[in-house]
């Protein structure tokens, strides 16, 4: 089986430039989550949701980030405008969330590794 | 809310030596632990997770996990470890959700620890 898929790997662009992030989990997932690694911050959750519903958004740095869940095998992570700081590595993770409580663990992509010049 | 402390942000081990990572929560509910691992340049793998029952926890690659609830601990331990097992592990804590709310499970990750092995 496929796991969760993410595009691009690596994405470099300039400040000011719209970002997209694509992710698509593992069918039959019902929870996605949107998490940022950095050296400072370590991993951070941004975002999740539950069969398409954004759930906790509490993460997300600021307005200039937002993401969509349009169906089951697809989401977005948008950071509009860029900037330098928000150059990591950004990942995408599915579970099966609803009818199993927190016990099913979360099975993460390889990440896109964003640089912001 | 939970939180997760590992201690060790490095641990260099000679190949066949045997290792203990070290993980700590706070929490003022029961919790479920996992233990992740990550390889250069990709995401986080699953290696054995604590929901109940023993504590004692054995996870893929030769690793386990002792769950002490007094300690509030969860180390991560292998006898032996291999010059593969060089990677970054993260020890992890979500809480307890009842079945059928229609929510999911929400990870708190501790800052991890490298662990580097050598001939």
């Known amino acids: 089986d496929a796991g969760v898929i993410q595009s691009p790997r690596h994405e470099v662009t300039e400040m000011g430039q719209e970002v997209t992030l694509r992710c698509k989990p593992i069918s039959g997932h019902n929870s996605l989550f949107w998490y940022r690694q950095t050296m400072m911050r370590g991993l951070e959750l941004l975002i999740y949701?539950?069969?398409?519903?954004?759930?906790?958004d509490s993460g997300m740095p600021e307005d200039r980030f937002s993401a969509k869940m349009p169906n089951a095998s697809f989401s977005t992570l948008k950071i509009q405008p860029s900037e330098p700081r928000d150059s990591a590595v950004y990942f995408c993770a599915s579970s099966l969330g609803e009818g199993s409580g927190s016990n099913q663990p979360q099975h993460f992509g390889d990440g896109t590794r964003l640089s912001i010049l | 809310a939970q939180s997760v402390t590992q201690l060790d942000s490095q641990v260099p081990v000679f190949e066949e030596a045997p290792v203990e990572l070290r993980c700590n929560y706070s929490?003022?509910?029961?919790?479920?632990l996992f233990w992740y691992v990550q390889y250069p340049n990709q995401g986080l793998q699953l290696l054995l997770k604590y929901l109940s029952g023993s504590t004692l926890v054995k996870g893929i690659n030769g690793f386990e996990a002792e769950f002490n609830k007094s300690q509030t601990s969860f180390h991560l331990r292998k006898p032996s470890v291999h010059i593969s097992d060089t990677a970054e592990y993260f020890c992890?804590?979500?809480?307890?959700?009842?079945?059928?709310?229609?929510?999911?499970?929400?990870?708190?990750f501790g800052t991890g620890t490298r662990l580097q092995v050598t001939l």
């Open positions: 949701f539950n069969n398409n519903v954004p759930i906790d």
């Open positions: 929490s003022s509910v029961s919790v479920y």
């Open positions: 992890a804590v979500s809480r307890p959700i009842p079945i059928n709310t229609g929510t999911a499970s929400k990870l708190t």
